[in-house]
C-alpha cells in the first residue's frame, strides 16, 4: 500500500469481534479467534488532494492496477486495516441484501486500495456470480456502516489469526462474518492452476463469499467438466477445468456435496 496512502487515512480503533465456530473454506471446522483490537485507517487514501486554498492542477488520470504490478508483503503483517469507502452500487436486482465492507491489511505493496474494492465489487456484481439466481443482492459499504460480512486481504499470518483452527498460511478461508484472502494466492494463485490470474481471483473471492452465503463443499463431475465454483480449486482440480461463476451460462452450476482429502501445500508462496 502506498505510504502516501497511509498518512492520508485518518486513524481509529475498532473492535474486530468475530461470531461463532464455523466451517473455514479449505480446511476442517475451526473456532473464531479471540476478539482483539485492529487498527482502522479510514477513507480511500489513494491520492491525496491539494489545499483548498491552492489552485488544482491537472492530474494525469489513474492507471488500472495492471497484474504484473508487483505485489509484495510480510508473512506476518502487523494486524492493522485499511478500510475502503462504501458504494452506491447494489448487485442483483432481488433476493436478499447482504451488505460487506472492504479491508487491506496496510503491511501490503503494489495493491491500490480503491483498484481492489473496484475488483472486488465488479467480481461480486457479475452476473453470472452470487446475484444470477435472483437469491441475492450485494452491496459494498464503508467501515461505520452496518455489515454482514468483511472481505479482507491479509498477510499469511493475519489469515491465519482470522481463520482460526490449523493455521496453514497458504489457503483462503471463510470464518464466521470475515471472508480472508490471502494475498499470497491473490499475487500469486496456485502452481498449475491452468488459467489466468484473474480469473482464480474471480474464483477465491466467489468461493469464499459462497460459503458466507451458507454453500458447502463440491466434488468435479466429471473429467474435462467446469469445476463447480465451491469445490476446492485451490488444492486441486481432479479432471475438471477452472470456473469461477455458480451461474456461468445463466443457470446455476454446481457438483455433488464432498470434498477431496488433498493436502495443503507448505510454505505460503
Known sequence: MPKTARRAAGVALLALAVAGA??????????????????MAIGDATSVPPPAEQPVQAQPQPQT???????????????????????????GTQGR?????????????????AEFAKVIRTILGDP????????????????????????????????DK??????????????????????????????????????YRQY???????????????????????APVMEQQTLGLHGCVPNPWPYPNGREYSGPSGEYNDPIPEGTS
Not at 470475515?178 to 498449475?192: C, F, I
Open 97 to 113: 441484501l447482504m451488505r460487506y465492507r472492504i479491508a487491506l491489511e496496510t503491511d501490503i505493496d503494489g495493491v491500490g486500495p
Open 22 to 39: 464455523v466451517a473455514a473454506c479449505e480446511g476442517q471446522p475451526v473456532a473464531a479467534p479471540a476478539a482483539g483490537p485492529v487498527v
Open 65 to 91: 492496477q495492471a497484474q504484473n504490478v508487483l505485489i509484495t508483503f510480510p508473512l506476518t503483517g502487523s494486524g492493522q486495516w485499511m478500510f475502503t469507502p462504501g458504494s452506491d452500487q447494489v448487485a
Open 204 to 226: 477465491m473471492v466467489t468461493h469464499e463469499t459462497g460459503h458466507r452465503l451458507g454453500h458447502g463443499h463440491e466434488l468435479c463431475p466429471g473429467a474435462g467438466k467446469p
Open 128 to 159: 453470472r456470480g452470487w446475484t444470477g439466481g435472483g437469491e441475492w443482492r450485494l452491496q459494498q459499504v464503508g467501515p461505520d456502516d452496518s455489515a454482514d460480512f468483511t472481505i479482507y486481504l491479509a498477510t499469511p499470518a493475519s489469515r
Open 162 to 199: 482470522l481463520c482460526g483452527g490449523t493455521p496453514d498460511g497458504y489457503t483462503s478461508c471463510r470464518n464466521g462474518s470475515n471472508v480472508v484472502l490471502n494475498v499470497a494466492r491473490w499475487a500469486n494463485a496456485v502452481p498449475n492452476y491452468g488459467a489466468p490470474l484473474a480469473l
